[in-house]
Protein backbone atom coordinates (compact mmCIF):
# COMPACT_ATOMS: atom_id res chain seq x y z
CA UNK A 1 0.00 0.00 0.00
CA UNK A 2 2.65 2.15 0.85
CA UNK A 3 4.41 1.76 -2.54
CA UNK A 4 1.11 1.99 -4.29
CA UNK A 5 0.61 5.54 -2.42
CA UNK A 6 4.23 6.85 -3.92
CA UNK A 7 3.49 5.70 -7.43
CA UNK A 8 0.31 8.40 -6.85
CA UNK A 9 2.68 10.74 -5.74
CA UNK A 10 5.35 10.69 -8.08
CA UNK A 11 2.47 10.39 -11.03
CA UNK A 12 0.69 13.69 -9.82
CA UNK A 13 4.58 15.41 -8.80
CA UNK A 14 5.34 14.49 -12.58
CA UNK A 15 2.15 16.04 -13.91
CA UNK A 16 2.10 19.30 -11.90
CA UNK A 17 5.72 19.77 -12.73
CA UNK A 18 5.05 19.77 -16.72
CA UNK A 19 1.99 20.77 -16.90
CA UNK A 20 3.70 23.94 -15.42
CA UNK A 21 6.67 23.75 -17.61
CA UNK A 22 4.20 23.57 -20.67
CA UNK A 23 2.26 26.57 -19.70
CA UNK A 24 5.21 28.40 -19.32
CA UNK A 25 6.93 27.78 -22.33
CA UNK A 26 3.23 28.67 -24.14
CA UNK A 27 2.81 31.80 -21.98
CA UNK A 28 6.65 32.96 -23.22
CA UNK A 29 6.56 32.21 -26.70
CA UNK A 30 3.55 34.17 -26.89
CA UNK A 31 4.52 37.55 -24.57
CA UNK A 32 7.76 36.96 -27.29
CA UNK A 33 5.50 37.00 -30.62
CA UNK A 34 3.61 39.86 -29.52
CA UNK A 35 6.43 42.04 -28.33
CA UNK A 36 8.26 41.07 -31.82
CA UNK A 37 5.16 42.28 -33.25
CA UNK A 38 5.09 45.66 -32.09
CA UNK A 39 9.14 45.95 -32.56
CA UNK A 40 8.54 45.38 -36.02
CA UNK A 41 5.88 48.20 -36.30
CA UNK A 42 7.82 50.70 -34.41
CA UNK A 43 10.66 49.57 -36.96
CA UNK A 44 8.78 50.26 -39.52
CA UNK A 45 7.42 53.45 -38.36
CA UNK A 46 10.90 54.51 -37.79
CA UNK A 47 13.04 53.39 -40.92
CA UNK A 48 10.82 51.85 -43.38
CA UNK A 49 11.53 52.83 -46.75
CA UNK A 50 7.95 53.29 -47.52
CA UNK A 51 6.67 54.46 -44.58
CA UNK A 52 5.32 57.59 -45.76
CA UNK A 53 2.96 55.75 -48.16
CA UNK A 54 1.02 54.08 -45.25
CA UNK A 55 1.70 57.14 -42.30
CA UNK A 56 -0.64 56.83 -39.70
CA UNK A 57 -2.71 54.14 -41.67
CA UNK A 58 -0.25 51.84 -40.81
CA UNK A 59 -1.84 49.72 -38.28
CA UNK A 60 -5.10 49.79 -39.62
CA UNK A 61 -3.85 48.35 -43.08
CA UNK A 62 -1.99 45.99 -41.12
CA UNK A 63 -4.93 44.64 -39.19
CA UNK A 64 -7.01 43.92 -42.27
CA UNK A 65 -4.23 42.48 -44.16
CA UNK A 66 -3.25 39.73 -40.91
CA UNK A 67 -6.72 39.24 -39.89
CA UNK A 68 -6.47 35.67 -41.10
CA UNK A 69 -4.42 35.36 -37.99
CA UNK A 70 -6.58 34.65 -34.67
CA UNK A 71 -6.19 37.60 -32.19
CA UNK A 72 -5.11 40.29 -34.49
CA UNK A 73 -7.17 43.59 -34.94
CA UNK A 74 -6.79 47.06 -34.74
CA UNK A 75 -6.72 47.40 -31.07
CA UNK A 76 -4.10 44.20 -30.31
CA UNK A 77 -1.23 45.73 -32.81
CA UNK A 78 -1.51 49.26 -31.13
CA UNK A 79 -1.04 47.25 -28.14
CA UNK A 80 2.05 45.40 -29.03
CA UNK A 81 3.43 47.97 -30.56
CA UNK A 82 2.74 49.93 -26.75
CA UNK A 83 4.33 46.82 -25.00
CA UNK A 84 7.29 47.42 -26.66
CA UNK A 85 7.67 50.72 -26.11
CA UNK A 86 7.10 50.39 -22.73
CA UNK A 87 9.36 47.12 -22.51
CA UNK A 88 12.53 47.81 -24.27
CA UNK A 89 14.97 46.06 -22.44
CA UNK A 90 12.74 42.16 -23.14
CA UNK A 91 14.67 42.32 -26.00
CA UNK A 92 17.98 41.25 -23.55
CA UNK A 93 16.38 37.89 -23.11
CA UNK A 94 14.95 37.60 -27.09
CA UNK A 95 18.40 38.28 -28.47
CA UNK A 96 19.09 34.55 -26.55
CA UNK A 97 15.55 33.11 -27.12
CA UNK A 98 14.94 33.26 -30.78
CA UNK A 99 16.18 30.72 -33.65
CA UNK A 100 18.93 32.73 -35.68
CA UNK A 101 16.82 32.54 -39.21
CA UNK A 102 14.20 34.66 -37.27
CA UNK A 103 16.65 36.78 -36.66
CA UNK A 104 18.90 36.92 -39.72
CA UNK A 105 17.79 39.90 -42.66
CA UNK A 106 14.54 40.48 -40.32
CA UNK A 107 15.32 43.11 -37.24
CA UNK A 108 18.10 45.76 -36.96
CA UNK A 109 18.24 46.06 -33.42
CA UNK A 110 17.36 49.44 -32.41
CA UNK A 111 18.05 48.95 -28.57
CA UNK A 112 21.89 50.07 -28.64
CA UNK A 113 22.48 50.02 -25.25
CA UNK A 114 21.88 46.33 -23.61
CA UNK A 115 21.66 44.91 -20.09
CA UNK A 116 23.75 42.72 -19.12
CA UNK A 117 24.08 40.93 -15.44
CA UNK A 118 26.80 43.70 -14.52
CA UNK A 119 25.56 46.57 -15.57
CA UNK A 120 23.58 49.18 -14.11
CA UNK A 121 20.28 50.80 -14.31
CA UNK A 122 22.01 54.05 -15.62
CA UNK A 123 23.32 52.45 -19.00
CA UNK A 124 19.58 51.48 -19.76
CA UNK A 125 17.46 53.41 -22.43
CA UNK A 126 15.62 56.51 -21.87
CA UNK A 127 12.33 54.97 -20.56
CA UNK A 128 13.98 53.24 -17.56
CA UNK A 129 16.88 55.33 -16.72
CA UNK A 130 17.00 55.87 -12.95
CA UNK A 131 14.08 53.96 -12.47
CA UNK A 132 13.84 50.70 -10.70
CA UNK A 133 12.33 47.68 -12.81
CA UNK A 134 11.95 44.07 -12.93
CA UNK A 135 14.81 42.01 -14.68
CA UNK A 136 13.12 41.10 -17.94
CA UNK A 137 13.58 37.05 -17.61
CA UNK A 138 11.01 37.55 -14.41
CA UNK A 139 8.50 39.45 -16.77
CA UNK A 140 8.83 36.69 -19.70
CA UNK A 141 8.83 33.36 -17.27
CA UNK A 142 6.23 34.69 -14.14
CA UNK A 143 3.60 37.06 -16.24
CA UNK A 144 1.06 35.99 -19.45
CA UNK A 145 0.51 38.41 -21.43
CA UNK A 146 -3.34 39.15 -20.28
CA UNK A 147 -1.06 40.41 -16.70
CA UNK A 148 0.93 42.49 -19.23
CA UNK A 149 -1.92 44.59 -21.01
CA UNK A 150 -3.16 45.33 -17.98
CA UNK A 151 -0.52 46.75 -17.15
CA UNK A 152 0.00 49.02 -20.31
CA UNK A 153 -2.60 50.89 -18.90
CA UNK A 154 -0.53 52.51 -16.21
CA UNK A 155 1.83 55.28 -18.08
CA UNK A 156 3.38 55.69 -14.35
CA UNK A 157 6.64 53.35 -14.70
CA UNK A 158 7.16 53.11 -10.73
CA UNK A 159 3.37 52.25 -10.44
CA UNK A 160 3.85 49.74 -13.20
CA UNK A 161 6.73 48.04 -11.49
CA UNK A 162 4.98 48.06 -8.63
CA UNK A 163 1.97 46.21 -9.85
CA UNK A 164 4.99 44.33 -11.79
CA UNK A 165 6.34 42.81 -8.41
CA UNK A 166 3.29 42.52 -6.16
CA UNK A 167 1.72 39.81 -8.94
CA UNK A 168 4.51 37.89 -9.23
CA UNK A 169 5.29 37.96 -5.18
CA UNK A 170 1.40 36.52 -4.58
CA UNK A 171 1.06 34.52 -8.24
CA UNK A 172 -2.26 37.12 -8.48
CA UNK A 173 -4.45 36.23 -11.12
CA UNK A 174 -5.53 38.98 -13.69
CA UNK A 175 -8.81 39.19 -12.49
CA UNK A 176 -7.01 39.95 -9.30
CA UNK A 177 -4.51 42.04 -10.61
CA UNK A 178 -7.34 43.88 -12.30
CA UNK A 179 -9.04 44.49 -8.61
CA UNK A 180 -6.04 45.58 -7.22
CA UNK A 181 -5.29 48.14 -9.54
CA UNK A 182 -8.92 49.23 -9.33
CA UNK A 183 -8.60 49.20 -5.64
CA UNK A 184 -5.82 51.86 -5.74
CA UNK A 185 -3.44 49.62 -4.10
CA UNK A 186 0.01 51.50 -5.06
CA UNK A 187 -1.66 54.88 -3.81
CA UNK A 188 -2.62 53.26 -0.12
CA UNK A 189 0.59 51.36 -0.67
CA UNK A 190 2.28 54.83 -0.40
CA UNK A 191 0.07 56.48 2.23
CA UNK A 192 0.50 53.68 4.55
CA UNK A 193 2.96 54.07 7.18
CA UNK A 194 3.96 50.11 6.93
CA UNK A 195 3.30 49.06 3.53
CA UNK A 196 4.51 45.15 3.80
CA UNK A 197 2.03 45.01 6.71
CA UNK A 198 -0.40 46.17 3.93
CA UNK A 199 0.60 43.71 0.97
CA UNK A 200 0.53 40.89 3.59
CA UNK A 201 -3.29 41.61 4.53
CA UNK A 202 -4.20 41.73 0.78
CA UNK A 203 -2.67 38.51 0.12
CA UNK A 204 -3.50 36.49 2.82
CA UNK A 205 -6.92 35.79 1.19
CA UNK A 206 -5.49 35.21 -2.52
CA UNK A 207 -5.69 32.09 -4.14
CA UNK A 208 -2.64 31.85 -5.76
CA UNK A 209 -3.65 31.49 -9.72
CA UNK A 210 -1.81 27.68 -10.70
CA UNK A 211 0.58 27.67 -13.18
CA UNK A 212 -1.51 26.11 -16.37
CA UNK A 213 -4.21 29.16 -15.68
CA UNK A 214 -1.90 30.76 -17.58
CA UNK A 215 -2.68 29.41 -20.83
CA UNK A 216 -6.54 29.48 -20.16
CA UNK A 217 -6.94 32.62 -21.84
CA UNK A 218 -8.43 33.41 -25.16
CA UNK A 219 -5.05 35.05 -26.21
CA UNK A 220 -3.21 31.41 -25.51
CA UNK A 221 -6.62 29.42 -27.39
CA UNK A 222 -5.88 31.99 -30.35
CA UNK A 223 -2.37 31.20 -30.47
CA UNK A 224 -2.06 27.83 -30.17
CA UNK A 225 -5.14 28.25 -32.99
CA UNK A 226 -7.60 25.89 -30.38
CA UNK A 227 -11.02 26.43 -30.11
CA UNK A 228 -11.87 28.88 -28.07
CA UNK A 229 -14.19 27.34 -25.35
CA UNK A 230 -17.63 28.30 -24.35
CA UNK A 231 -16.48 29.81 -20.85
CA UNK A 232 -13.18 31.42 -20.41
CA UNK A 233 -12.39 31.95 -16.66
CA UNK A 234 -15.68 32.03 -14.98
CA UNK A 235 -17.04 30.55 -11.92
CA UNK A 236 -18.26 27.12 -11.62
CA UNK A 237 -21.52 27.77 -10.85
CA UNK A 238 -22.07 30.79 -13.32
CA UNK A 239 -20.95 27.82 -15.72
CA UNK A 240 -23.56 25.61 -14.80
CA UNK A 241 -26.01 27.98 -14.97
CA UNK A 242 -24.79 29.05 -18.61
CA UNK A 243 -25.39 25.63 -19.46
CA UNK A 244 -28.43 24.95 -18.29
CA UNK A 245 -30.21 28.44 -19.58
CA UNK A 246 -28.87 28.05 -22.99
CA UNK A 247 -30.61 24.48 -22.95
CA UNK A 248 -33.79 26.04 -21.29
CA UNK A 249 -34.17 28.71 -23.99
CA UNK A 250 -33.52 26.29 -26.80
CA UNK A 251 -36.36 23.78 -25.43
CA UNK A 252 -39.04 26.50 -25.12
CA UNK A 253 -38.90 26.27 -29.15
CA UNK A 254 -40.49 29.85 -30.59
CA UNK A 255 -38.15 30.15 -33.02
CA UNK A 256 -34.92 30.52 -31.29
CA UNK A 257 -31.45 29.94 -32.64
CA UNK A 258 -28.58 29.36 -30.94
CA UNK A 259 -25.73 31.81 -32.02
CA UNK A 260 -23.15 32.67 -29.77
CA UNK A 261 -22.00 31.69 -25.89
CA UNK A 262 -19.69 34.28 -24.28
CA UNK A 263 -19.55 36.09 -27.79
CA UNK A 264 -16.76 38.73 -28.08
CA UNK A 265 -17.07 42.29 -29.42
CA UNK A 266 -14.54 45.28 -29.04
CA UNK A 267 -15.71 48.78 -28.41
CA UNK A 268 -13.10 51.36 -28.41
CA UNK A 269 -9.99 49.57 -26.74
CA UNK A 270 -11.99 47.02 -24.43
CA UNK A 271 -13.25 43.77 -25.35
CA UNK A 272 -16.48 43.14 -23.36
CA UNK A 273 -18.40 39.65 -23.39
CA UNK A 274 -22.15 38.16 -23.62
CA UNK A 275 -23.28 35.67 -22.03
CA UNK A 276 -25.38 34.11 -24.18
CA UNK A 277 -26.98 35.58 -27.74
CA UNK A 278 -29.90 33.50 -29.73
CA UNK A 279 -31.76 34.97 -33.14
CA UNK A 280 -35.02 34.86 -32.72
CA UNK A 281 -36.15 34.01 -36.51
CA UNK A 282 -40.26 34.59 -35.67
CA UNK A 283 -38.87 38.31 -34.53
CA UNK A 284 -36.42 38.64 -36.90
CA UNK A 285 -34.15 39.81 -33.94
CA UNK A 286 -31.09 39.15 -31.90
CA UNK A 287 -32.06 38.21 -27.77
CA UNK A 288 -29.11 38.86 -25.85
CA UNK A 289 -28.93 37.25 -22.06
CA UNK A 290 -26.74 38.47 -19.39
CA UNK A 291 -26.61 36.66 -16.10
CA UNK A 292 -24.87 38.10 -13.25
CA UNK A 293 -24.43 36.39 -10.34
CA UNK A 294 -25.35 38.34 -7.56
CA UNK A 295 -27.41 41.20 -6.56
CA UNK A 296 -29.24 43.92 -9.08
CA UNK A 297 -26.72 46.81 -9.54
CA UNK A 298 -27.89 49.79 -11.67
CA UNK A 299 -24.65 49.36 -13.89
CA UNK A 300 -25.74 46.23 -14.70
CA UNK A 301 -28.84 47.61 -16.90
CA UNK A 302 -26.50 50.08 -18.94
CA UNK A 303 -23.99 47.60 -19.71
CA UNK A 304 -26.35 45.27 -21.36
CA UNK A 305 -27.99 48.46 -23.31
CA UNK A 306 -24.32 49.13 -24.40
CA UNK A 307 -24.36 45.96 -25.93
CA UNK A 308 -27.98 46.35 -27.61
CA UNK A 309 -26.82 49.74 -29.25
CA UNK A 310 -23.48 47.86 -30.41
CA UNK A 311 -25.50 45.01 -31.93
CA UNK A 312 -27.92 47.47 -33.77
CA UNK A 313 -24.67 49.58 -35.01
CA UNK A 314 -22.42 47.10 -35.99
CA UNK A 315 -24.21 43.75 -35.76
CA UNK A 316 -27.85 43.98 -37.09
CA UNK A 317 -28.96 43.71 -40.96
CA UNK A 318 -31.22 46.62 -42.21
CA UNK A 319 -33.77 43.62 -42.32
CA UNK A 320 -33.28 43.05 -38.78
CA UNK A 321 -35.78 43.92 -35.57
CA UNK A 322 -34.35 45.97 -33.22
CA UNK A 323 -32.20 43.80 -30.50
CA UNK A 324 -33.70 42.59 -27.32
CA UNK A 325 -31.76 42.27 -23.92
CA UNK A 326 -32.66 40.09 -20.98
CA UNK A 327 -30.58 40.47 -17.43
CA UNK A 328 -30.96 37.86 -15.09
CA UNK A 329 -29.63 38.85 -11.97
CA UNK A 330 -29.52 36.24 -8.73
CA UNK A 331 -30.02 36.82 -5.33
CA UNK A 332 -29.76 34.32 -2.39
CA UNK A 333 -33.70 33.28 -2.83
CA UNK A 334 -35.18 35.17 -5.36
CA UNK A 335 -34.43 36.20 -8.99
CA UNK A 336 -35.00 39.33 -10.33
CA UNK A 337 -35.71 39.12 -14.16
CA UNK A 338 -35.51 42.76 -16.37
CA UNK A 339 -35.88 43.16 -19.87
CA UNK A 340 -33.23 45.97 -20.99
CA UNK A 341 -35.49 47.91 -23.83
CA UNK A 342 -34.22 50.84 -23.19
CA UNK A 343 -33.78 53.23 -26.34
CA UNK A 344 -36.88 50.87 -28.39
CA UNK A 345 -39.57 52.36 -29.52
CA UNK A 346 -42.87 51.96 -27.17
CA UNK A 347 -44.93 49.76 -29.92
CA UNK A 348 -46.62 47.00 -30.53
CA UNK A 349 -44.06 45.13 -31.76
CA UNK A 350 -41.91 45.55 -28.37
CA UNK A 351 -45.09 43.84 -27.14
CA UNK A 352 -44.87 41.11 -29.38
CA UNK A 353 -40.94 40.77 -27.66
CA UNK A 354 -42.85 40.34 -24.69
CA UNK A 355 -45.39 37.75 -25.67
CA UNK A 356 -42.67 35.34 -27.62
CA UNK A 357 -39.81 35.65 -25.19
CA UNK A 358 -39.88 33.74 -22.15
CA UNK A 359 -41.87 35.12 -19.62
CA UNK A 360 -40.83 36.80 -16.46
CA UNK A 361 -42.14 34.00 -14.76
CA UNK A 362 -40.73 31.20 -16.39
CA UNK A 363 -36.75 33.12 -15.60
CA UNK A 364 -37.62 33.58 -12.63
CA UNK A 365 -38.58 30.07 -11.12
CA UNK A 366 -35.68 28.40 -13.54
CA UNK A 367 -33.18 30.60 -11.62
CA UNK A 368 -34.56 30.00 -8.49
CA UNK A 369 -34.78 26.29 -9.01
CA UNK A 370 -30.80 26.04 -10.11
CA UNK A 371 -29.71 28.56 -7.72
CA UNK A 372 -31.75 25.68 -4.99
CA UNK A 373 -29.34 23.04 -6.82
CA UNK A 374 -26.29 24.55 -6.28
CA UNK A 375 -26.33 25.37 -2.74
Known sequence: MENFDKLITNIEQVHRQLQASAANAVNQSLTIRNWLFGYYIVE??????????????LIEKLAGKLS??????????????????????IETVIRGSLAPELLANQIVWSVTTLLSDNQKVGSLTPQLQNQPFVPPQKILSKLSYTHIEQLLNIDNPLKRTFYELECIKGTWSVRELKRQISSLYFERSGLSAKPEKLSALINQNIVPQAPVDIIKNIYSFEFLDIKIQPIVEESDLETAL?????????????????????????????????????????????VLIDL???KF????????????NYFKAEIDEKSDNAPVGILLVAEKDSALVKYATAGMDENLFVQQYLIKLPSTEQLKTYIE????KAE
Do not use: M, W
Open 242 to 286: LDQLQEFILELGNGFCFEARQKRILIGNEYYFIDLVFYHRILKCH
Open 68 to 89: HIKGIDRRSLFKFRQFYLFYPH
Open 297 to 308: EHGDIGQLNTYL
Open 44 to 57: FEQNGEDRATYGDK
Open 292 to 294: KIG
Open 369 to 372: NELK
